[in-house]
């Protein structure tokens, strides 16, 4: 049995088969993922888990380069915003102007991941990077 890690399967084999910039969108509750994405939903009840928890255990596997957010998380949600700074403070991060183009960005993502958060703007785009294993 695995000892520790990503224990849910489908988050697992996504995070995996992640490749140098390929995109990882974790969203909110209420966020409206494309009817042909691969989709993990991990959301039990309003905020289980939060976004908090399942960025935590992604993290612990994945070499993040670049993240977008919305440029609404700012204003709408300036503790997750603060956090986010914080938690990716080695990549680069980048705003998307409206809302609705983080949609558009998540039709390009390799897997997206609902938790049960319902912080405004909650969402984001991970964008994976390569660690010192290939320099």
């Known amino acids: ?61 994945m070499q993040v380069e670049k993240v977008l957010l919305a440029e609404e998380i700012k204003t709408e949600s300036p503790e997750l915003h603060e956090y986010y700074l914080e938690l990716f403070k080695g990549a680069e991060i980048e705003y998307i102007p409206l809302w609705w183009e983080m949609y558009e960005e998540t039709e390009k993502a390799k897997g997206v991941v609902r938790t049960g958060d319902v912080t405004p703007y909650a969402n984001l785009v991970l964008i994976s990077g390569v660690d010192g294993i290939f320099y």
């Open 1 to 61: 049995m695995k000892k520790k890690g990503i224990f849910n399967h489908p988050l697992a084999e996504i995070v995996a088969s992640m490749g140098h910039k390929d995109r990882l969108t974790v969203t909110d509750l209420g966020f409206p993922i494309p009817k042909d994405a691969k989709k993990v939903d991990l959301a039990v009840k309003e905020n289980l888990p939060d976004i908090k928890t399942v960025l935590d255990v992604i993290l612990s596997e």
